[in-house]
């Protein structure tokens, strides 16, 4: 069965340095997505991605952050200057999109844990 | 915006019990809702979804109810067995087609 991957499952930074989350998505998926996970607490949206430009992003995403899809098969998500509160997991997902824009599953990889010294 | 709420963030039941996660939603013109299970270390994985034209969907040993009256929504597994110990959100599609995500119940099965 297809799925979401990411590497690495575990990145350990100093604060202010710059990191990349790296995902492959589903390979006939058209949406792709960031999402963070603080210890202990909810899931939340950070940005969607489709058509190679951002198509929502949340408060969160402030402008340390980017995402790029390099080639045709990985998206990355940039942190430029890591702050200890960006400790979190990551999570990237994708989907298919559907028939007339209607939503459709999102399918999650399974993380990577950002740890910021 | 949307938000979501949970219930009861942990729930303990007997292997071989049913168990009802429940999930409260804000957004009246929310469409789509999806339960997911995440096992520690792991990202959530999908369990079912429901879409709002429906008030039930049922799936292999679980059944998502939903009722738009009172925006709430429930997971129920049934004869819950120790592989359904995890945390379990439920996540409701906004404009965008981004997750709102509930705060999880950790569901814990005694043997």
């Known amino acids: 069965e297809p799925e979401v991957t990411q590497t690495p499952s575990h990145q350990v930074t100093q604060m202010g340095q710059e990191v990349i989350l790296r995902c492959v998505p589903i390979s006939n998926h058209l949406y792709f997505y960031w999402y963070r996970q603080i210890l202990g607490q909810k899931v939340e949206f950070l940005v969607s991605f489709y058509n190679n430009e951002i198509s929502e992003k949340s408060e969160i995403f402030d402008d340390q952050f980017s995402v790029e899809r390099p080639d045709g098969s990985n998206f990355t998500l940039k942190i430029r200057s890591t702050k200890l509160e960006d400790s979190a997991m990551y999570f990237c997902?994708?989907?298919?999109?559907?028939?007339?824009?209607?939503?459709?599953?999102?399918?999650f990889g399974p993380g990577t844990r950002l740890t910021v010294l | 915006g949307e938000s979501v709420g949970l219930h009861l963030p942990t729930l303990s039941v007997q292997e071989g019990d049913n168990s009802i996660i429940n999930c409260a939603y804000s957004n009246s013109a929310s469409d789509y809702f999806i339960w997911y299970k995440q096992e520690s270390g792991k990202g959530p994985q999908f369990i079912i979804d429901i879409r709002s034209n429906m008030d039930k969907r049922q799936g292999q040993r679980v059944t998502v109810l939903l009722n738009k009256t009172v925006k709430h929504l429930s997971l129920q597994i049934a004869a819950t067995q120790p592989g359904d110990s995890a945390v379990y959100f439920c996540a409701v599609n906004n404009a965008g087609n981004m997750l709102t995500f509930g705060g999880g119940t950790r569901l814990m099965v005694k043997p």
């Open positions: 997902a994708s989907r298919l999109l559907g028939l007339a824009g209607a939503a459709d599953t999102q399918y």
